[in-house]
Structure formats: structure tokens, C-alpha cells
């Protein structure tokens, strides 16, 4: 277990795992974070939000840290203090079963390991499948994050997520702490929904995990944007304050209204997440 290490995981893809992921890592690094995020996705969405997508190895330094449990070289300097290990295709055969001979939860947590040292944070993009690397990110992490949407779907699919919380905890990592659940998407009048939305959340979770405080607003406008140009949510808003009006100039590029409430809402979340992280660490500390 990585003492300095998160995990944002949920059993159902589509509730902005990546988003937050690159979000938390960029804000944190902004702040003064030296910060590692490792996309653990075959998908390798992460490159897209971190506009690093045309140069990313396609996970293959990090598909060769799980097989021989290795430091590899992360991708430096992705934003000031952020540097990234890239997902991609390089970890498919990961999922299969056939993968099983190698001990992929050891060698993520030996490799990383390795790594932990320079870096303040690391931060897991976990991809939505129960398998091995999903395992192996529980496995690895001191803390969990779980974003979900408000719709039963996704609340639905918690129970399955909690189960193998459980698991780890008695196999594997003791220590494992759920930070809590961050509601995703919702809409900036919606309040009866998100009121509905954090109860039934508490009633399922119980003393599991937490509803945190801040919720990520919905703006579909801005989230195309922002992947399309590669920009987290704090940059999306300096180009959006900084750029001419279109009223006043028809040839100024478009921002969605919600640029600056959506990265308050980010600066929030990562605020509301290192706070729990660091008052982890220092009780720690403290302790021995």
C-alpha cells in the first residue's frame, strides 16, 4: 500500500472517473503537489483531458511496470509537477484472464513504490471492469475516491464495488480508506435531485463511504471542449474570461456559461480530497 496514493474507481464506466482523475491531478499540481497520475485504462482517455494523446506510448511503460513490477520513466512534465504514466492499448492483455500468471497487484505496488518518493500524490485512473487491474489499483492505494451519477444505474452498481472493497480490505489492504462518493453531472437547479440522489447513497453505503459536500455540475458544452482542446477546468475558464466576447467579436471561440462554476466545483472536490488525505497522513505520522 502506497501511503500517498488514490484510487478513483467505480464498477461503471461513463461517471467521470477521467475527468476528476485529470482535475484533481492538474488543480493539485497547480497547487504545489508534486504529482503523479497513472491511467491504468485501456482506454487511455486520460491523454485526451491532458491534451498528451499525439505523444502517449500507449501504455506500454506501464504495461511493463505490471509485468515485471519495475520503475518505469513516467512522462514528465505534462503540466508543472504532474507527470503521468500512460494508459492504452499496451494493457488489453491485462484484462484477459490469461494475465493471471503474473502477479499484477504486487508489481503495480512495487513499482509504484519505487516512484512514490518523488511525488506528493499519486492518483489511479481506474478502469470500470472488476478485473485484474482493478484488483491491483484497490490493492496498491491508501485512499479511494468513487464519482457516480445521480441516476439508479449507477447507485445501483455501488453494492457490486462495495463487495469488492471488502475483499481487498481482507486479502490484501487493511488500510484501504474510501475518502467517499462525489456526485458527477448534475445540473446546477438540481437540487431535489441531488438531495434524493445523496440519501439513497447513504442509505446504500452506510458507514462505507461518505457523500462528499461538492458535487461536479453538468456542462456538456464545456466537457467537449475541454477534452477536444486538451484543457482541465481551471484553464477552460482562464480562456473563457480572457478571450473576447462574442457578442462583441462573431469570429471569438465559443465557452460554455458554466466554465467558471465548473472549476470552482474542481478546486472544491481537490480541495475537500488532499484536506482528508493530508490529515491522513499527518495522523500518521504523528503515530509513529
Known amino acids: 500500500m ?5 484510487a478513483v474507481v467505480n464498477s ?3 461517471v467521470g472517473k477521467t475527468s476528476i482523475v485529470a482535475n484533481i491531478a492538474g488543480t493539485a499540481a497547480s497547487g504545489g503537489w508534486r504529482t503523479l497520475a497513472v491511467d491504468l485504462d485501456p482506454q487511455g482517455n486520460l491523454a485526451r483531458d491532458l491534451g498528451y494523446w499525439e505523444t502517449s506510448d500507449d501504455g506500454q511503460s506501464l504495461a511493463q511496470l505490471l509485468d515485471a513490477g519495475k520503475a518505469k520513466n513516467p512522462r514528465p512534465q505534462v503540466r508543472p509537477r504532474l507527470d503521468v504514466l500512460a494508459g492504452g492499448s499496451a494493457l488489453q492483455p ?11 497487484s504486487s508489481n503495480l505496488e512495487a513499482g509504484l513504490t519505487s516512484l512514490g518518493g518523488q511525488y506528493d500524490l499519486v492518483i489511479l ?10 484488483q ?7 485512499f479511494i475516491l468513487i464519482p457516480t451519477k445521480a441516476d439508479d444505474a449507477s447507485i445501483d452498481g455501488l453494492e457490486g464495488l462495495a463487495r469488492q472493497i471488502g475483499q481487498v480490505r481482507q486479502r490484501r489492504n487493511p488500510g484501504l480508506l474510501v475518502i467517499g462518493v462525489v456526485l458527477f453531472d448534475l445540473g446546477a437547479g438540481d437540487h431535489r435531485l441531488r438531495a434524493e440522489a445523496r440519501k439513497e447513497l447513504q442509505d446504500l453505503l452506510g458507514d462505507l463511504a461518505p457523500v462528499l459536500t461538492t458535487t461536479v455540475r453538468h456542462s456538456r458544452r464545456a466537457a467537449r471542449d475541454m477534452r477536444r482542446e486538451g484543457k482541465l477546468a481551471y484553464e477552460y475558464e482562464k480562456s473563457a474570461l480572457t478571450s473576447p466576447r462574442w457578442i462583441d467579436d462573431r469570429s471569438a471561440p465559443r465557452f460554455s456559461t458554466a466554465a467558471t462554476g465548473l472549476a470552482a466545483d474542481y478546486q472544491q472536490l481537490t480541495d475537500e480530497v488532499l484536506s482528508t488525505i493530508a490529515a491522513h497522513m499527518t495522523a500518521k505520522e504523528v503515530a509513529t
Open 2 to 6: 502506497l501511503v500517498n496514493c488514490l
Open 12 to 14: 461503471k464506466g461513463g
Open 94 to 104: 491485462l484484462t484477459d484472464v490469461e494475465a493471471s500468471r503474473h502477479d499484477v
Open 125 to 134: 485512473d481506474v478502469p470500470p471492469s472488476a478485473g485484474l487491474l482493478q
Open 136 to 142: 491491483a489499483a484497490l490493492s496498491a492505494a491508501h
